[in-house]
């Protein structure tokens, strides 16, 4: 907006210029370039169902889309429009005059050439319909060469569409004879895998070796847990036998042998014997005969353990071969049962893999059977489709064009109204994006860490019209600039009194920048406060303040460096009431180096004790040095720089310098700010003026507006109008 306000007289005339030279160009284009359209309209029907997957699409919303885009494209191709223009009725148009040769022939290639840009195509969304469009100067060859395309595409298309489907049917009889061949392949393998119809036979063998897998696996197990249990006793009995204290019979063969026939028949008896001796005892219980029946009895039972140990130590030689046998028994049919089980398993795995490869070759033979009887019904629907009609057809044949198709008014003016202001609006952001200069405050605002003390806008803003800007504030109370300069004395000596900062360098960035005027209308603005204040001319290549505070020739500053004078008797009173001003003195080539010398820190801090505020005018910092002398005994800095002169980069690097100095930096005043962005600051301008010229009693009373938009705190100043005091004896 505000580049618009700036720039509106320029926009203005792009438009009016914009608007002349588009009628002017919808004229001539209209004398000069008629061009007329004859429009040909064709309607796609659907695929239908039984051509899915044959290449011609199927029938869906998407495959209808793509099959008319691609007809869309065929209808502008070169193989169209090469046949169009060898067509007698486009030869004989005016257009192909134009490609007549010397020989009385159309050149074909220019003719095509030309003829593609005339020539253009469009699917209308949502529909069936496909535009053919065709361009010529002249409304009859427009029509003849679109009538003529129709007719090439239409033809060409039946041919083609009937080519497909032959092609496409061939393809598929290729292929069930091909398939047809495999099943033959297909049933030699199964020939030769089963035999000559053995598949029953390989299935009761394979039931077979499953059953008698089934009954070996028990019997196996069985088998190796008796062996199991053998070499367990046999292991026993071996350790029995080979005790180093001698054999130790197992109580199993004690049981064996006590079965005996001789160890059977003592046992009869010894129980006859205590039979009898149970009846001694019952008749004569110390009787001869009891005792002797007891040595019998003890004599049995002593024969019994002998026959039992002889019989005890004959057998378990002989158990213990027996149990060797039988366990070298059991390992040999176990070897012979584990031989049968992998046989019987490897044969179960033979007549199941048969049994798996015939079923995959049935299953095989079958799907090539199905893909025969599916091609065989594809071929079947194609011989129906190739006698249907094409899916293509004119639906609206090309009228004669009765009106121009171009030019058009609206769109010829309006391209130029959007277009030539456009462009101004380019160059005038582009010369914008460029412009690096200080304009006016906001770009100030676009340096970084950089603050805005104040803005003083140029002389010529000033409806006051002060003859010089250096006498704006005094000679010109009410007017914008003396109120911009109480604005920024307000901010200055807020900052001031927060800070306890007494001593204020003020210099400028260029030369011309306005930091002397600066000084002498912010000066007698703070006297105007009842403050006392002190103004020091520093810019000793330049003097000026002596002349503009009419203090005349007088020593100075640099006298007083010199120890040739005190600072009383260099300081001159002013006619401002509470200013006063220490001159720059007599010009001398070697002062500039006392500014880092003590004296020069002696005379800031005897003004600091004596005066409220002490102004201090330097030379520009781009063209002196003398700036950082004086900044490392100042209190604090403030650059004043003139809009439309300094840039921002060089307001960013001073402002490094001065925030480097043992002076705090304070911020920027732009001076000379004219009215720009749209009049913004004129009309602020003059707001200000006239409310100045309402009354003496609105300036008397009222505190200046702050630069942030506080109230200011200081008293409202009075101009002094004391006569001119002629300066002190020294």
Sequence with gaps: MRLVQQYWKWLLLAGVVSGVLGVAAY?????????????TAFQVSPAVESAIDM?????????LETYMETQAYQLKSDQILGQVVRQSSFVGTRFAKQFVSASGTVDDVKALRELRDQVSTRRIPETQIITLRVRTPNREDAKIIADAISEVFLDDHRARTTRDMRNIKQQFERQVSTLRGEIQSLDTRIENLLGANQLTSIEEANSVALNEVRNLQPL?????????????QLKNYEASANNPGGPIIPQAVIRDVERYPNVVQLDGQITSSKAQLRILEAEQPNGRDRKRQVMIIDALVKEREKVVNEEAERAFPLLLEQLRD???NLEAAEAKMTESLETARSKLAQTTLALKQHSDLQNERAKKLEQIKDLEQRIADLDTLIDRPSRVREWQKAQLPDEIAFPRPIPIVGAFIVLIPGAVGGLIVLKEIREQRIRGPQDVLLIPRTRLLGVVPDVSMDPAAPERIEGAASEHPGGVIAEAVRQL????????RERGHRVVLIVGGLPGAGATATITNLAVSIAGTDTNILVIDANLRRPRLHALLGAGEHPGLSEVLRAESSLEDAVVRTKVANLSLLPAGRRDAHIYERFVT???????????????IVLVDAPPAVVSSDVIALAAHADATVLVVKALSEKRGLVARLRNQLSDCRAEFLGVVVNGVKASAGGYFRRNFQVTHEYGRGGDESLAGVAPISANGSLAILPPAVRETTAQVTPRDN
């Design 27 to 39: 004229l001539g284009l209209r004398q000069f370039m008629p061009r007329f359209d004859a429009v």
């Design 55 to 63: 290449g011609l699409g199927g029938g869906e919303q998407e495959e």
């Design 220 to 232: 196996l197990v069985d088998l190796l847990s008796d062996l199991a249990q053998t070499r367990e």
């Design 326 to 328: 039988q366990v070298r």
């Design 489 to 496: 004395r307000t901010t200055l000596v807020r900052e001031c």
């Design 598 to 612: 003590p004296a020069m820190h002696a005379i800031f801090e005897q003004a600091r004790r004596e005066y409220d």
